[in-house]
Structure formats: structure tokens, C-alpha cells
């Protein structure tokens, strides 16, 4: 029949062709007398005949080759498995294996799938004996006598290749085993020769390896197997799930770690912390692979597609090793996981199964669910049972709640009871049957005792652990015949028997709120329990489900049905998470991430199942369009939900905070349109309870009527009102999480599942808010959503005693409750512990642990200081203490706080930090920046919160009653439109004619100034924007002097610039010029031009006489003053005190001030010659842009920006060169580095390279360099410049950068104030660099602390000056946190603060270091006499004059004078004590 019909299929056109009109009538009708319709016995032979002939006629070779099938060489199968045999277009309809039986049974349908015939060894094949096994692996297989067969095939690709693999073997096989080989080659690749052991040889430190485990009871038995195993190595193996949280420390410390998919992707969403781990991962392993047919399966997907992406984004080697079960299509898996067919891709059907397994599956006919249905279930599981039974066989019988054990088993023995079997269960004859049972009498199990008599046993993890590790005991000592447990024992424990029982396929699955299908991999599992080598020589498997789920069990277990992709289910939020971390920033990178998918993969191969046609692959084989498509309308979606935004005219994505946030925290995007709708800058904790309710993670979620009266009843005990109350989902979420915070017990145990699942999401959803909150600035819903939080985490509400997150007593703690509630923890933690002992109405012992719990309690104390910085910028400056007792158990490594301020009302966050307290932190210094109004509220709240503790709260508030801002400025010089005079004009003499050879013209702010600078003897201040000509307009008025052989006196804040100007002046002027770097040089009257430092000129002023220099000045050229710090200051105090009385003309030069015309006045400067042009006047076009990041300062930072650096620099101009300004030297590599991967990637080979650069001649510089760091940068047009190159070397990155041969120079920090190009970008990658402070006095007591501290805004504005070129446009591009962005656009726009610093930061009434020294030096040297001498000094400084404007800043509430008076007692004093202890 069956030819028959492949006959009828073959020739089906020429049926139709033969019977257009349908089935041919039944009627006999006459024949045409024609050959083809003769159908006689003669005329069938005759055909035969002639085919035969024909047969016999053709040639060998046709010369068309066709398409052969591949013939891959590790596959392994027998001819009785069928794999992917469908008979139907969407293989709905499959062949069975051949042997299988189906029969008809009054109450079940049974099939019966025989064991498969073994495929026959090749000829090449052995088991390898395990002494042939390198020492590295022999003691990692300890009692093994040798390989089995299939560890045999695969031992060389695994072991000694790093060939990606796919192996598909049934369970029980040893896959887990080929996993170690492959972990093997990991370490083994890690090692170095210079220890004698082998432990000692591995460098722990290089590798990870992830093993990814599709259930949380798998990984803990892969962690205790490989860590039992590799324990002699010294390889620590750890498990990262939802349950068990690593520290940075144990992660550092841990080779080997456990983890689940969503875990893992969790973990690769990060930047930071967990997600560095990705940087270091050298082999993962996925088990279980062929889940991504399951709903999990867009996550499998998800973390190889990112994995494959990383190695190619990072050139790095990460090997990927399926593991899966028998698959039909596993060519389509190995080409997903990147697996090559002939070397990595291994295949092993059911044959290869250790222990034959005989595969029954059962249909029990009737209504699912039924009480019928469960009494055929129950009848027809008890059947199966006795016959395993009288057999002598153990049995295991599987169910799906633990209730159902005991049910179970109690049902079996009643079946018994009245089959009169009892007998067959029976094992008193065993001879240790009487010691087993006095053992079990110690249980307080009733259940377990009563049923143990009978031969019956249960399992669940509801039991004792005591109780558990006894039944498994029991069973393995074939003392129990029947033991009825949960899966969780197939998962956790290898406990093995001759047969095992599912008994139902229906179990409650609390993240979809109902009840569901049990899953394949549950029943492979199972099924692998049957017949454990080494234990059974046979086994028998029996599935019992409702007879409409039968086939799909069969079809599953059997794998005859291609898996397909879920990837389509999941992909905003998949799509949401690259954006998030960047590898997907457009169209076309999105549709490039979809090519790494298994979607991908199968949309090629069965196209109809995703909505596509047969000829969409034909038509696009590589179905481009349909990915860009996909990527489209996902985006819009994004957009949509404000997670993105999506700019469809460039298809560009830019991540905003919400989208980051939901990435971060694993929250659906349909759960952030609900918050986008619902979410309130005010609410309370019944509203963010409702909220949080509402998220779609919950949806499924249902209420069942069975459980309406103990929700209501917990309700009515719930501290917060439940909207919606018992009648909706989101109400029944409510009561749970209520209940979960009230440490409240329920009954139901579909109760209980869907409490730990409301649980477990809230948490991590509710953080998502916090975070949401946090990022809209909104200071009450962050106050409630950290409490709440807090309480979802300790499960305590906020009104509860905050000492009982404490491992104390109960009777302390109820005594705490009841007579000191009302006292502060402060004051508890004053006390002595016989009084709090007293207080509590209990002993002195208890006392003391209260006080001790009262003093390790997380507390901060915070003061504040007002620093006006402009008429509309006001500076609070929080000094933070920590006043708590530390306990590396109680506190860990570090205690996390959140600092804000807010406004009066509460309502507004004005500006936040998070900061982390640790052990050696004395004190934190936090500068916050808030704008002022006309309208501001009389005060502001400074808040600290602790992040994880319940009432560790610190409140502060910043009055405003004495604060006094400085006026607005009024004289702000708007550039005139004027004529730009050409330089070669004869207005200028002709030494100051060649001075500016160099430029065309004057500028409009060097014409607005010339005519004073050049013609006058004037006192003036130019204050402008960076790289606008100010130095100019300053040479001028040294070519005045010059001419007129007056002298001229340069200081200069920094030495660098000290040097600079002083080749730039000998090479210019061409006249003598002095560079004083030594008070004797300071008198030296053989050049007209000096230059000096501000250091230099303090030492020479301090001298016992004054310098002749002074009196032949004729001017005096102050650069950079925006620069002035307390040795500036006194400086120039001290020269302006020197030369008040002579004709010394002034000239100030400063960048673009907000409070100019105050330098002007303390310079003495008339207001018609103080030119102080806000940061926006200028000539040359300067564009400024912010991106902003929330990643913490870290290495991870730094590569988070590497491709947006990349991208911005490509989208620059062609032919245009970019700076990029990086934290440290250190980073200058690292940033090279990834850059070049960047071009790598993006297939742009030669990188930035100039245009017209030949191979040649970029060969002959390469053949220059010295260091072979830079020399790959150069050949992508890529240098570095930094301080500690090889002389040569810089200057030749330098040559090349201005020649145009390679267009990127990346520099560190610090370069800003000495780089000596310009560019028409300038990317400041990153604004906070590692400062190393080292705390305490002696060595013993020494620390090195390290701190972030943020970039000074002097520095951003010299790194704005490298993008200001004369005539053409720039653009200074600043990547900074989120929080920093507003500041420094402020400053940017409107100028920079200038205020006095002489005073020093601590703003004690001691003043600065350099002060300080300064009145030591020149007392003992007898030029201080009485302090009237020090008050003079001060009278004429900046701070002096700042005193009267800004008196707030400096916290002078009194009369200047009367404040000034008050520091020089103090200075007097303190330089008294410096000479008595001298």
C-alpha cells in the first residue's frame, strides 16, 4: 500500500492531465484501442519490457551534474529512525519509527516506540582509553577506565581543537562530559610552563567559562559536578542565577560559572560590574540548545547572537558548544550557533543511548481535566505501575505539585488494596528492612512513615532536606519500590530506575497564571532517568497524558518535527537591549543583528511559517528587505513607547532613559507603556503598589475562583488599599506582594507559586521605576519607590524598626517594639548597653547587642556650603560623613547611598549622585549646581538615602536666609561690525608687520580691540572665547612697548604655556626673551621680553630686596587668568602692590568669564577698556554637542563609547581631522585599539587615512616607528600623542596628523593645555578620570584611596579651543554623565566663574597651603613684621574685592574687613605655632 501510494504521488500530473474533469465516472464507458489505455496483463509486461531496454540504453553519465546530498562526516543514525520524515506541507503529519506500535485500550490510547538498532562502529573508531588522556584530563575523570563512544568520536575536535560545536545526543549519553573535554581545552590553553604542578601552572585570571543550563536545578547540579571534579585544579565553580548573586570579588575569583539564559543576557545588557564578565569569556556552552523551539528559546538566540557579534567586534576568540538532544534539523542549529558542518557538527540519534529505552506513550481517553479523565489517569498509571512492579522493577512516578505525591501515592495503594497486590510492593524481605525502618521513624514525615510500610515513597522539595537525602537513601536501597516525586528530583538528583511513570502532563506555571503543557525537556529528562548506566541494563519510559495531547509528545519526543525560531515573539525587547548597549545604533546594524539569529536561519529555510511566501528567499536570498522591514517597524514600535528614538529619514536609534532602564532591569516594552500612561510625579505606596500591579509581566496572572476567600481574607490584614481588589489580576498581585512584604503564609499551593513569581518580578520591576523616577527628577515617587523597594527586598514595611534587618533575638526584638520605638537610632546607639538593656526591660547582654546593632547601622551626617558661582548659578557643597561602626559582614565591601537635592516642595529632584561609602572613606566632598530664579523657594532639602537599608535616611535643610548672590553682570562686550584690516597694512611698523606675517587679517574681536592695544598705553582685559586672537591683541601691546624699548614683563599660570610663549616671542620678535626659571634670573635687565611663571614670580618677590627689574618695566601681560589659583593670585597681588606707583601698563588676558568686569576692577582697569565678550561672540563658526551616558566611570565606559566615537568621527566632514581627548595615557592604547576594531568591523580598511596617502609612502613612515603599538593605527590613520612616547615617535604622529596623512590624533587629558594642532572635530571621550589620594601618617596606617574627579571646565575649555580654526567651522562633541551635561553647557554658553581661591577649598579661616607658606617664609625672613603687613597683602588681592560682591561663597557674613582681620589672626597664629614646633 505503501508504494501503492508513493506510486498514486509520482504521477499525480498525469492523473490530473488524464482526468480534468475529476474523479472518472464508475460507469463502464468504451476505450479508445490506443496503447497507453491498455491495461491487459500482455500490455503491462510489453511496458515493463520497454523500460527495461530503455534502462539498459541510457549512458552512465548524462554530463548534467546534479546537486548531490552532503555527506557530513559525524553524523550517526540508524536506518530504524526516521528524523524530519513530514508528509504534509507544515509537518503536521510524520512517520513514526519503524517497530512502533499503537493500540486501542478501553480507557487509553498506547504507542509503543521500541528502542533503536545501534549503528555499527566505523572502522576508525575506538574508545580511548582514559590513560592515553593528557594529566590535565586524566584527574579530571577520575574511575573512568576509558571514553564512551561518543566522548570517543569527539574527543579531538573538543580537546584539541577550538572548532565552535553542535553535539546532539539523547540524554544519559555523556554530553556533560564533552562539555568537560571542551572546559579542558579552555584551561589547558591558559596555562603557563613555569610551575612544576599543574594547578600551579593555570593563570586563573585570563579565562571565564560560562555554562549556560536551561533550569535553575540543573546549574546547581553542573556547579556541584564540575566543581567536585576540577577541584584538584583549583578551579572554583560558581553558580549566577536569580537565586544566587555573585560580588565583584567572587566573580574575579570564580573560572567557571552556572548560569540561565535570562541570566546571561541580563548579565550582557551590562556595562558594568556583571557584564564586564563578557570581556573574559573564552568558551560558553549552552545545554539543552534545543529550547529554542521553546518560548526561552528568543533569549538562546539573543546571547549567541551577541556572543558572535563580541568575537567579531573584538577580534577575540570566544568558543560556542551546543548541547542539545536529538534534533531533526540540527544542520539549521549548527549553522546558528556558527558551527562547521564537517569539523564541529556532531549527531548521535537514540540509538547511542547508554541503556536501551523502550518509549510508551499514553493518551487516557476523556475530557481533560475531568474527574473521569484523572480517575482513568489514576487507574491507568496504577496499571502500569503493578506491571514494573511484579516484574521486580523500582519505579518512579512522576507529578507535578507536592501535593500530588502524597496523593498519588496514597491512590496506588488503594489500587492495591483492592487488587489485592499489595504483596507486589511489599519489601520486608529485604534483610535491611527493619534497620531502614527504625531510621525512618525518626522522621516527623506521617505521610513518608505510613507510606514506607506499604513499599511506597515520596519526594519533594517541600521536605526536609534530612527527610529527602532518607527517601533517596531508601530507594537506592531498593527498600522502596515506588517512589512519587516531583521533576525537580530528575533535575537534581541522579537517583535512577528500570522504569519511570509522568503521570499527567498539566502543571501550574506561575509566570503565565495557569495551568500549562509539561515541557519536552521536562520529559527527556525524566525519560533519562530510566535505565542510568552502570545501574540498569534496560529501561522503560511512560509519558500518560490526555489523548488530544498525544501527538504532540510523540512528535516531540521522537523529534521528527524541524524546530523553529520564538525569536520573533521577543524582538522589541531583544532589539531594545542592543540599542541600549549600543552595537545597534541604525537600520542597517539592526537588520545585520538579525542575520545572527536562528530566525534568520529558518526564515530561509521555511519561509511560510513567518508569514513570508516560497518566493521571497528566491527573490532575496539573503532576504535584506524583509530584515529591514523588521527592524522598521519594531523601531517604530520603540519610538512609540518612548524607549527609543527613531529618526526614519537617517534610520538612526538613539537609546533614551527609559529604553536603558528597561534593558537594564528585563522589562517588557508593553510594561513600559503601561508606565508611561500611569506613572505620577506624586504617589503614594498604594499607588505605586497599583503600578507596579499593572505591569504586563503579571498579565497572566489569573484569579481562580478557589482562591477568591483567602485573598480576600489576606486583604482585609494588608497595611496599603488594593485597587481593584480580588476581582482582577492586578488586584490578586497587589494582595501577594503585600502579603510577601507582611511575611504572610498561604494555603493554596497555586497561591504560593504565584506570591514567589510576584515576588521575584517586583523586585526587579520596581527598581525599574525607581530608576524611571530618579532619571524624571522626581523627588516623591523616588522617596516612595525606595522605600518600597527596600521592603519588597527585606520583606518589612517602612514603619517597622529599622534595627530588625539585624540578626537579632525576638525577645529584643519585641522588647525594641515595645518600649523604644519612639527613640532615633542615634540615640540608641549613645547609649551604654547596661541602659539600653534597662530600656528594653532585659539584660545587659541584650542591650549590648542592640547597641552594637544601633552603631554598625548605615548613617550619614551632611553639612553644606553655599558657593554662589554667577548671579543665576548657585554652587551647594555637601560634606558627607560617615558615622556608623563598619563590619565587613554586616556592610560587605561597600554601602551604597543616593544623594539629591530638592526643592522645597518635594516634588523636584534639582540634582543626584549615587555614591558608595566604604570602609577608609572619611568624608566625601559632593559639589552640586542648581540655577536660582528671582522667585526662588527660601530653602532646599539635601537628602542621603541608603540603597539598601529601611530607615537609613538623612535629611538636611539648606536654608537660603543669609545667601547673598552676586549681582548680574553688566558689562558685557557684543562684538561691533567693524572692517577687518588686512596685517600687511602700514599702520604697523615693520617688526610688528612680520609678527603677523603669519595671518591675513585681524578678526572682529582684534579690530573691536586694536586700536588701544596698539596706539594706547592703556590698562586692559580681553576676556574672550578660546582660540579668538585675545593672545594677539596682547602681542600687539608687546610690540608697542618693544618699539619703544619699554620692557615687558609675561606671566603665565602653567610652565608648558610658559614655554611656549617664550619660543613663540624669540621666534615672532625676534629680540632677547628671557625665560625665568630662577629668582637670579629675574633681575636680568640683557633682554626686553620675560616670561614667567606664576610660581617663579612668587619665589623671586619673596626675596629680602625687590628687583631692579620692576623699575625699567614699562608693561606688565597677564595671561590665562581665568587659570588664577592662590599662587597667581598672591603673585600678582604682590606685583600690582609693587608697581601701583609707576607707569607700568596692565594687560589681561583671560578666556570667557561670567563675571569679567570684577577681574577688570581688581586689575584696575577703566570699564571703557575692559572687553569681556560672552563665550557665543566670536568669528569662528563652533558647534558644541553632549551624548550622554549612565554607565559608571570604567573601563566599560570607555569601550561603551568607542563606537559612538567611531561613528561621529566618520560622519565628520571627509578630509577633516578629529582630536580625541581620552582620560589618561593609559587609556590612549585601549581607545586605539578599539577604534581599529571599529574599522574592522565596519569593513572601512582604510580607516582615516588621508586621501591621497599611497601604500608606499604610509609604508615608509610605519618603517620610522619605534613603538609597535601605534604602528596598526597608522595604517587605519589613527596616532597617539602623549607624554611618555618615544620623542620620535611624537613627533612624527604629530607630522603626520598635520599633513593630513592620518586624520585622528588621540591624546590624553592633560594634552589639552600643550597639543599644538587643531582639528575640525574635537571629542572629549569621557569627562572623569582616577585620582589616587594615600590617606593616613604613618606607613603603617598609609592608603591609597582612589576616586573619580571630574574634568575642570578650564579644560573643556581649552579642549574647545582645538576645534576654533580661523575661517572654517568646528564642532566640539562631549560625551559626559547624564547629570553633568546641563553644568557644562551652562558654563560653556555663559562663561566661566572666577572667584578667589586663596582662601583653599576647605575654606577654614587658615587659608591655602601656598598662603600659609608664604607668610611662614616671609616672617622668618623679617619682610612680615605685624600683621598689619598681612592685612596689606590682602586688601589688595582678588579676594579682597570678591568679598564685597560675593560674600556668601567665601561664608563672610560680617563687613570684609572685619572677616579679613579674622584670617590674618588666624594666619599670624598658626605661623607662631609653625615656628615654635620648627
Not at 539585624?806 to 546607639?829: H, K, M, N, P, Q
Amino acid at each position: 500500500m505503501l508504494e501503492f501510494a508513493t506510486d498514486l504521488v509520482q504521477h499525480r500530473q498525469t492523473l490530473v492531465q488524464q482526468y480534468p474533469s475529476g474523479v472518472p465516472s464508475t460507469k463502464p464507458r468504451k476505450v479508445k484501442n490506443s496503447p497507453e489505455h491498455d491495461y491487459s496483463e500482455e500490455a503491462a509486461k510489453r511496458r515493463m519490457a520497454e523500460k527495461f531496454r530503455a534502462a539498459a540504453e541510457r549512458p552512465l553519465w548524462t554530463g548534467t551534474a546534479n546537486p548531490e546530498a552532503e555527506i557530513l562526516p559525524h553524523i550517526y543514525t540508524s536506518s530504524s529512525m526516521t528524523h524530519n520524515h513530514s508528509v504534509s506541507t507544515f509537518g503536521s503529519k510524520y512517520l513514526l519509527p519503524l517497530g512502533t506500535i499503537r493500540q486501542q485500550h478501553d480507557d487509553y490510547e498506547e504507542v509503543t516506540v521500541p528502542p533503536a538498532r545501534t549503528v555499527p562502529p566505523r572502522p576508525t573508531e575506538r574508545l580511548i582509553p582514559c590513560s592515553e588522556l593528557p594529566p590535565l584530563a586524566q584527574g579530571s575523570f577520575p574511575g573512568y577506565k576509558s571514553l564512551n563512544r561518543i566522548q570517543s568520536i569527539v574527543y579531538h575536535t573538543a580537546f584539541k581543537t577550538n572548532e565552535n560545536m553542535l553535539i546532539c545526543a539523547p540524554t544519559g549519553a555523556g554530553k556533560t562530559d564533552v562539555a568537560m573535554l571542551t572546559i579542558l581545552r579552555a584551561i589547558d590553553q591558559h596555562r603557563s610552563g613555569v610551575a612544576t604542578d599543574i594547578a600551579g601552572s593555570i593563570n586563573r585570571d585570563e579565562f571565564k567559562v560560562i555554562y549556560v543550563a536551561p533550569m535553575k536545578a540543573l546549574a546547581a547540579e553542573i556547579v556541584r559536578k564540575l566543581g567536585k571534579r576540577l577541584a584538584w585544579l583549583r578551579i572554583k565553580v560558581r553558580e549566577l542565577t536569580g537565586d544566587m548573586q555573585l560580588t565583584k570579588a567572587e566573580i574575579a575569583e570564580t573560572q567557571i560559572i552556572v548560569t540561565t539564559p535570562e541570566k546571561w543576557d541580563v548579565v550582557t545588557r551590562k556595562p558594568t560590574g556583571e557584564g564586564e564578565l563578557a570581556t573574559k569569556v573564552k568558551l560558553l556552552i549552552i545545554d539543552e540548545v534545543h529550547l529554542l523551539n521553546d518560548e526561552r528559546g528568543a533569549v538562546i538566540e539573543t546571547i549567541v547572537a551577541r556572543t558572535v557579534r563580541q568575537v567579531e567586534s573584538t577580534q577575540s576568540l570566544i568558543r560556542i558548544v551546543g548541547l542539545s538532544a536529538t534534533l531533526p534539523n540540527y544542520i539549521d542549529v549548527g549553522d546558528f550557533l556558527r558551527v562547521s558542518r564537517r569539523e564541529g557538527l556532531f549527531y548521535f540519534d537514540s540509538s547511542f543511548r547508554p541503556v536501551p529505552l523502550e518509549q510508551h506513550f499514553v493518551g487516557v481517553k476523556g475530557k481533560a481535566g475531568s474527574p473521569a479523565a484523572k480517575r482513568a489517569l489514576d487507574k491507568t498509571a496504577y496499571h502500569f505501575v503493578s506491571e514494573l512492579a511484579r516484574e521486580g522493577h523500582q519505579v518512579m512516578v512522576f507529578v507535578h505539585s507536592r501535593k500530588d505525591t502524597v496523593k498519588s501515592a496514597e491512590s496506588l495503594k488503594e489500587f492495591a488494596t483492592l487488587e489485592a497486590d499489595l504483596d507486589i510492593f511489599d519489601c520486608r524481605h529485604d534483610p535491611q528492612f527493619e534497620f531502614h525502618r527504625r531510621e525512618i521513624g525518626k522522621s516527623k514525615n506521617k505521610e513518608m512513615k505510613q507510606l514506607f510500610d506499604y513499599g511506597f515513597g515520596i519526594h519533594h522539595a517541600g521536605m526536609l532536606r534530612s527527610d529527602r537525602n532518607m527517601m533517596e537513601r531508601l530507594f537506592e536501597a531498593k527498600v522502596i519500590k515506588v517512589l512519587c516525586c516531583t521533576a525537580t528530583l530528575a533535575w537534581g538528583v541522579n537517583l535512577p530506575a528500570h522504569g519511570v511513570i509522568i503521570k499527567g502532563t498539566q502543571l501550574y506555571d506561575p509566570s503565565q497564571g495557569k495551568f500549562v503543557d509539561l515541557s519536552v525537556l521536562d520529559v527527556l529528562q525524566i525519560f533519562g532517568r530510566a535505565g542510568r548506566p552502570g545501574m540498569e541494563t534496560s529501561g522503560v519510559g511512560f509519558i500518560c497524558t490526555s489523548d488530544d495531547k498525544l501527538p504532540h509528545y510523540l512528535e516531540a519526543v521522537t523529534a521528527q518535527h524541524p524546530i523553529e525560531s520564538k525569536f520573533a515573539h521577543g524582538i522589541l525587547d531583544s532589539l531594545n537591549a542592543e540599542i541600549a548597549l549600543g552595537t545597534v545604533t541604525n537600520v542597517a546594524e539592526g537588520a545585520e543583528w538579525l542575520s545572527y539569529t536562528y530566525l534568520f536561519v529558518r526564515m530561509r529555510k521555511n519561509p511560510m511559517v513567518y508569514g513570508m511566501t516560497h518566493d521571497d528567499p528566491v527573490n532575496d536570498p539573503d532576504l535584506t528587505e524583509r530584515r529591514h522591514s523588521m527592524i522598521t517597524i519594531a523601531g517604530r514600535k520603540l519610538a512609540a513607547a518612548g524607549m527609543v528614538q527613531f529618526n526614519e529619514d537617517k534610520g538612526s536609534f538613539d537609546i533614551t532613559d527609559i529604553g536603558r532602564i528597561a534593558s537594564k532591569y528585563y522589562v517588557r516594552h508593553a510594561s513600559i507603556e503601561v508606565f508611561q500612561k500611569e506613572f505620577r510625579p506624586k504617589m503614594t505606596e498604594a499607588d505605586v503598589l497599583a503600578l507596579l500591579s499593572m505591569s504586563t509581566e503579571f498579565e497572566q496572572v489569573q484569579v481562580r475562583e478557589n482562591e477568591v476567600e483567602e485573598l480576600k481574607a489576606l486583604e482585609a490584614d494588608m497595611p496599603c488599599q488594593v485597587k481593584g481588589g480580588t476581582d482582577t489580576s492586578a488586584g490578586k498581585v497587589n494582595i501577594l506582594l503585600q502579603a510577601h512584604i507582611s511575611k504572610r503564609t498561604v494555603d493554596d499551593f497555586a497561591l504560593v507559586s504565584d506570591m514567589l513569581y510576584s515576588a521575584e518580578n517586583g523586585g526587579r520591576i520596581i527598581r525599574s521605576l525607581l530608576e524611571i523616577a530618579l532619571s524624571r527628577k522626581w523627588a516623591n515617587a523616588s522617596n516612595v519607590l525606595m522605600a518600597m523597594s527596600k521592603s519588597v527586598e527585606k520583606r518589612m514595611w517602612g514603619y517597622e524598626h529599622p534595627l530588625i534587618q539585624f540578626d537579632l533575638s525576638t525577645d529584643v526584638i519585641y522588647c525594641l517594639g515595645r518600649w523604644a520605638d519612639e527613640f532615633e537610632i542615634s540615640e540608641l546607639a549613645s547609649m551604654t548597653a547596661a541602659d539600653l538593656g534597662k530600656l528594653i526591660h532585659l539584660n545587659e547582654r541584650h542591650g549590648a547587642a542592640l547597641r552594637k546593632a544601633a552603631r554598625q547601622f548605615p548613617c550619614l551626617s551632611i553639612s553644606s556650603q553655599l558657593r554662589p558661582l554667577s548671579h543665576e548659578l548657585l554652587q551647594i557643597r555637601l560634606l558627607v560623613e560617615p558615622t556608623f561602626d563598619w563590619s565587613n559582614k554586616i556592610h560587605g565591601s561597600a554601602e551604597p547611598f543616593w544623594i539629591w537635592v530638592e526643592d522645597d516642595s518635594g516634588t523636584n529632584i534639582l540634582q543626584l549622585t549615587k555614591i558608595l561609602i566604604q570602609q577608609n572613606t572619611t568624608s566625601l566632598t559632593i559639589d552640586f549646581v542648581i540655577p536660582m530664579t528671582s522667585s526662588q523657594a527660601p530653602f532646599v532639602i539635601a537628602r542621603a538615602i541608603s540603597d539598601r537599608w529601611i530607615g537609613a535616611e538623612t535629611e538636611v535643610t539648606v536654608e537660603f536666609d543669609n545667601l547673598k548672590m552676586p549681582a548680574a553682570p553688566l558689562r558685557r562686550t557684543p562684538i561691533v561690525d567693524l572692517p577687518l584690516l588686512r596685517t600687511d597694512l602700514h599702520i604697523l611698523d615693520n617688526k610688528t608687520r612680520g609678527v603677523f606675517a603669519k595671518f591675513r587679517q585681524f578678526n572682529s574681536i582684534q579690530m573691536q580691540c586694536f586700536w588701544p592695544a596698539f596706539n594706547t598705553d592703556v590698562n586692559m582685559l580681553i576676556s574672550s572665547s578660546a582660540s579668538s586672537g585675545k593672545t594677539q591683541l596682547a602681542m600687539l601691546a608687546i610690540c608697542r612697548s618693544i618699539r619703544f624699548q619699554k620692557r615687558v614683563l609675561v606671566v603665565v599660570p602653567r610652565l608648558d604655556d610658559a614655554r611656549n610663549i617664550f619660543h613663540r616671542l624669540r621666534q615672532d620678535i625676534k629680540v632677547g626673551v628671557n625665560l625665568v626659571n630662577h629668582p637670579d634670573k629675574f633681575d636680568d635687565h640683557t633682554s626686553l621680553l620675560s616670561v614667567v611663571t606664576a610660581t617663579d614670580l612668587l619665589n623671586s618677590l619673596i626675596r629680602e630686596r625687590r628687583s631692579s627689574l620692576l623699575t625699567t618695566l614699562g608693561l606688565v601681560v597677564f595671561e590665562d587668568l581665568e587659570l588664577l589659583d592662590p599662587t597667581y593670585e598672591i603673585a600678582a597681588s604682590l606685583l600690582l602692590q609693587a608697581i601701583q606707583t609707576l607707569p607700568i601698563r596692565v594687560v589681561g588676558v583671560a578666556a570667557a568669564l561670567n563675571n569679567g568686569e570684577a577681574l577688570a576692577d581688581w586689575l584696575g582697569i577703566r570699564k571703557d577698556f575692559s572687553y569681556c565678550f560672552p563665550p557665543v561672540e566670536r568669528d569662528q563658526a563652533l558647534s558644541i554637542t553632549f551624548q550622554t551616558f549612565t554607565i559608571p566611570y570604567s573601563a566599560a565606559l570607555m569601550r561603551a563609547m568607542a563606537k559612538p566615537v567611531y561613528d561621529t568621527i566618520r560622519a565628520n566632514s571627509r578630509g577633516e581631522n578629529s582630536i580625541v581627548f581620552v582620560p589618561s595615557i593609559g587609556q590612549c592604547s585601549a581607545v586605539l585599539s578599539d577604534l581599529i576594531k571599529q574599522c574592522t568591523l565596519s569593513m572601512n580598511l582604510r580607516g582615516f587615512l588621508g586621501e591621497d596617502v599611497s601604500e608606499e609612502l604610509l609604508e615608509s613612515y610605519v618603517s620610522q616607528v619605534k613603538s609597535s603599538d601605534i604602528r596598526d593605527g597608522i595604517m587605519r590613520g589613527l596616532v597617539v600623542w602623549h607624554g611618555r612616547m618615544n620623542h620620535a615617535d611624537r613627533l612624527l604622529s604629530l607630522r603626520l596628523f598635520a599633513e593630513g596623512i592620518v586624520r585622528v590624533l588621540i591624546t590624553p587629558r592633560e594634552s589639552c593645555w600643550t597639543v599644538p594642532v587643531r582639528a575640525g572635530l574635537v571629542i572629549v571621550m569621557g569627562t572623569q578620570y582616577t585620582v589616587q589620594k594615600i590617606s593616613g601618617n604613618s606607613d603603617a596606617e598609609q592608603k591609597i584611596e582612589r576616586y573619580v574627579a571630574e574634568y575642570s571646565v578650564h579644560e573643556l575649555v581649552r579642549m574647545e579651543g582645538r576645534a576654533v580654526r580661523h575661517g572654517k567651522i568646528g564642532r566640539l562633541h562631549i560625551l559626559c554623565q547624564a547629570e553633568h551635561r546641563d553644568t557644562y553647557m551652562r558654563f560653556l554658553t555663559d562663561g566661566l566663574p572666577l572667584e578667589s581661591q586663596i582662601l583653599g577649598d576647605t575654606t577654614g579661616e587658615l587659608g591655602s597651603d601656598v598662603l600659609q607658606t608664604w607668610v611662614k617664609q616671609n616672617r622668618s625672613k623679617g619682610l612680615i613684621k605685624t600683621r598689619q603687613d598681612v592685612m596689606d597683602l590682602l586688601s589688595s588681592t582678588f579676594l579682597a574685592y570678591r568679598l564685597e560682591h560675593n560674600p556668601t561663597y567665601y561664608d563672610a557674613p560680617e563687613h570684609s574687613p572685619v572677616y579679613l582681620s579674622r584670617v590674618v589672626d588666624a594666619l599670624w597664629e598658626r605661623s607662631e605655632t609653625g615656628e615654635r614646633s620648627t
